[in-house]
């Protein structure tokens, strides 16, 4: 996968904006969110543990185990 994922900092609910490619994909809860929404965008065979081991997904704010602002 060549295109950059930014997974930004948790807001005040917990929710963290998730962009590909220049476009936001969605708002996630959790490290299985991120996976849904990069299915959606056409990784279909991605799941929970390909986001945590991902080295093309550049987490702000923290990593996959932070969700509180």
Do not use: C, K, N
Not at 1 to 11: K, N
Not at 20 to 37: E, K, N, T, W, Y
């Amino acid at each position: 996968m060549s295109i950059p994922v930014i997974v930004y900092p948790p807001d005040e609910q917990g929710g963290r904006r998730v962009r590909a490619d220049g476009a936001i994909l969605g708002l996630a809860f959790s490290v299985r969110d991120v996976a849904a929404l990069l299915q959606t965008a056409g990784l279909q065979d991605f799941d929970e543990m390909d986001v945590v081991r991902s080295t093309w997904i550049e987490w702000r704010g923290g990593g996959p185990d932070d969700w509180t602002h």
